[in-house]
């Protein structure tokens, strides 16, 4: 099957010239895309869009028709609130896993350089590895960086365990939030305990109160936010470095015919930083030049890019939707992917031109992909066979399909926790200051995928600009960042698209309206940021101006991430609906019922300009509530009936 969209319909798939010139190229040729088959499974399967289907054991599948005359039980007398319960909470199980597990493949990189067995990976950042081990209890007197590493991954290792009675990094929560995790009883004790008991409470015949199911689905969420993400975003700091703020560029036009370009997809950075290094070495650069090569060039896609952009500045040449386009820009001489987002397609996209694509992690194989096994230990090793074999896939290009399509647009990144509070001067008041005078209203994290359901970037972008010029700063990880990164909005000049208190702010410091702080798992720097500012003030993170956002997501991470945010206090909207429709109960609960219980709920509004109004409206109402010079919400005008979807 070919791409076909008559005449240029293939523009209301993105709002990106690199996705159109791209998208035209496959209409022509009759190379497959993401958006064909989306087109070849419409009309999706109703039930599971509801989230009504259940295939948990094998007296089912199951459907189960609530707003129909169809059955209104599963073969076993489940009712459409438990199945929904149990599919939201193996979502939030998968996306929490998928976290955790990299964050374990990172703790055991720590441990490897603990046992002083990597041939490249040493202590980067010895006052994070200090820090982290007095939250751990290790001692550091007379200890090199060297054995602390090895202290401090064992004692982190019971992180994922069944010992602890409480994830040592959640107690950087208020303790207010913290005191209702506990009331509720959802502290997060062990990242393994709560996926496994997930898996176990949707058994058949487990916990069938969807109440109880959805309690505990918070608390696995809260494993992987204050748990497994945020060890795998601090752990990638002490190894690899905190990001600081940086230049650099986005779009497919990163991509540079002269040269030998190899795209880093996927989610962990440890390969992606050792293939930095092995790209700078002299005898493969000079193997380059003798393949007619001008030099070696790295872009980024996704979160693998978002981790080597935010640490070593390196161009980002898209984000999810894009892994397959930027396969047909025919200069592609490898995909190097490791794991999470990378389209089992991809391989069969390369089978077009002269691409090769190297899968790297034993637990990530693909279709059509050479394997090629990666191990920490000999990192380096590994990192220069495969920009090697990138140098001499470069003779096989084709010249007549180099296809560059656009000039990248400049973006600033990098911007961790601690780089922020250095450019504030070492600690959150000035910008406590800022949201108090009211120059800044309040901040919203924008996050999340992009899903070829909704038109690539758009929901990203349009719900960014409204937030920026009403005055809130927009912080940004994961594919939205690279949306709004190639939207133009992530460099200091954009401060002028910003509302006249936050422009003023931007301007004084140099820093863009949009901040982008990372990876997907990096959404916990937002978490410890929240928790600095509500620190700061002595009050609960529910208390403050914040919002998360997910306009365009897709991934099961998504879920996961979005259920912790708002577990953690930080009412959250969301751009695509997730399958929980067939539950009127359940609804009722994530966008009403959770505000008595963590003072945060979920909204579902897929239009970004209505998303702008609602969370416009919650900013000034928490605004009013800490007493701050507040904007009444209804002034904020958009009839009420227009609003939400829920
Ligand atoms: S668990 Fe119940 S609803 Fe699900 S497939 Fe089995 S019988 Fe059907
Ligand atoms: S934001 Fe979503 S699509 Fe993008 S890399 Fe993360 S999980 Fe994957």
């Known amino acids: 099957m070919s791409t076909k969209f008559s005449g240029n319909g293939y523009k209301k798939m993105s709002i990106n010239r690199d996705a159109w010139a791209m998208l035209e190229i496959a209409q022509r040729e009759g190379i497959e895309t993401v958006w064909d088959r989306l087109a070849a499974q419409e009309p999706q399967c109703g039930y599971c869009n509801l989230g009504t289907s259940c295939r948990n054991c094998a007296m089912g599948p199951c459907r189960v028709d609530p707003f129909g005359d169809g059955p209104q039980k599963g073969v076993c007398g489940a009712d459409a609130d438990i199945i929904v319960a149990r599919n939201l909470a193996r979502t939030i199980a998968a996306g929490a896993s998928a976290h955790s597990d990299h964050g374990r493949d990172i703790l055991e990189t720590l441990h490897i350089v603990g046992e002083g067995k990597s041939d490249v990976y040493q202590i980067s950042e010895p006052e994070k590895l200090h820090q982290l081990a007095e939250e751990y209890g290790v001692s550091i007197d007379g200890k090199s960086d060297q054995e ?26 208020p303790a207010a939030r913290q005191e209702i995790w506990e009331k509720t009883g ?50 990638s700091d002490v190894l690899f470095g905190i990001p600081k703020p940086n230049s650099s560029s986005v779009n497919l036009g990163v991509l540079k015919a002269d040269q030998v370009n190899i795209i880093l997809h996927g989610h962990n950075p440890m390969l992606s930083e050792v293939i930095v290094a092995a790209s700078q070495d002299e005898e493969i650069l000079a193997l380059a030049k003798e393949k007619g090569a001008q030099g070696i060039n790295l872009a980024g896609l996704c979160c693998t890019g978002n981790e080597v952009l935010m640490r070593k500045g390196i161009p980002m040449a898209g984000n999810h939707l894009m892994q397959e386009l930027c396969i047909m820009t025919g200069a592609v001489e490898l995909m190097l992917v490791d794991y ?15 691409t090769k694509v190297i899968s790297t992690f034993d637990k990530a194989k693909f279709p059509n992909a050479e394997h090629i096994s990666f191990d920490p230990a000999r990192g380096l090793e590994i990192g220069k066979q495969i920009v090697r074999t990138a140098v001499e896939n470069y003779e096989n290009r084709v010249p007549e399909k180099i296809r560059i399509p656009v000039e990248p647009v400049p973006m600033m990144a990098g911007f961790s926790v601690e780089a922020i509070l250095g450019a504030l001067g070492g600690t959150p008041q000035p910008l406590i200051d800022a949201i108090v005078d009211g120059s800044i209203r309040g901040a919203v994290g924008v996050v999340g995928c992009s899903n070829p359901k909704i038109k690539q970037d758009l929901g990203h972008t349009e719900l960014t600009k409204q937030l920026i010029a009403n005055d809130i700063l927009v912080v940004v990880t994961g594919c939205a960042a690279v949306a709004d990164g190639k939207a133009g909005l992530m460099v200091p000049e954009a401060a002028d698209l910003a509302g006249p208190g936050l422009s003023a702010v931007c301007k004084a410091l140099g820093i863009p309206p949009v901040l982008h702080m990372g990876s997907c798992v990096d959404n916990t720097r937002i978490l410890v940021l929240a928790a600095a500012l509500a620190n700061t003030l002595g009050v609960d993170i529910s208390a403050l101006p914040l919002a998360g956002a997910a306009p365009e997501w897709y991934s099961e991470k998504a879920v996961a991430i979005g259920t912790y945010v708002v577990g953690s206090g930080i009412y959250t909207v969301l751009g695509t609906a997730p399958p929980v429709f067939g539950s009127p109960n359940i609804v009722n609960l994530l966008t009403e019922g959770l505000q008595d219980v963590f003072g945060a709920t979920f909204a579902v509004e897929p239009d970004p300009n209505r998303a702008a109004v609602l969370i416009r409206r919650h900013i000034e109402r928490k605004r009013a509530g800490l007493n701050l010079p507040a904007i009444s919400p209804d002034s904020i005008a958009m009839p009420e009936a227009e609003l939400t979807l829920v």
């Not at 602390?148 to 929560?173: H, I, N, V």
């Not at 949707?202 to 959805?214: A, C, K, P, R, S």
């Not at 999470?340 to 002269?354: R, W």
């Open 186 to 235: 959802v502290y997060p004790r062990g990242v393994d305990r709560e996926n496994v008991e997930t898996l176990h409470r949707t058994h058949m015949g487990v916990d069938n109160d969807w109440v109880n199911i959805l309690l505990h689905a918070v608390r696995n969420s809260l494993s992987d936010g204050w748990g497994g993400s945020m060890i795998a975003t601090e752990l």
């Open 340 to 354: 999470q987002c990378i389209m089992p397609s991809v391989g069969e996209t390369a089978k077009c031109f002269h």
């Open 148 to 173: 602390l590493a090895a202290e401090l991954s064992w004692e982190m290792m019971e992180d994922y365990g069944m010992r602890r009675k409480k994830l040592p990094l959640a107690g950087r929560a």
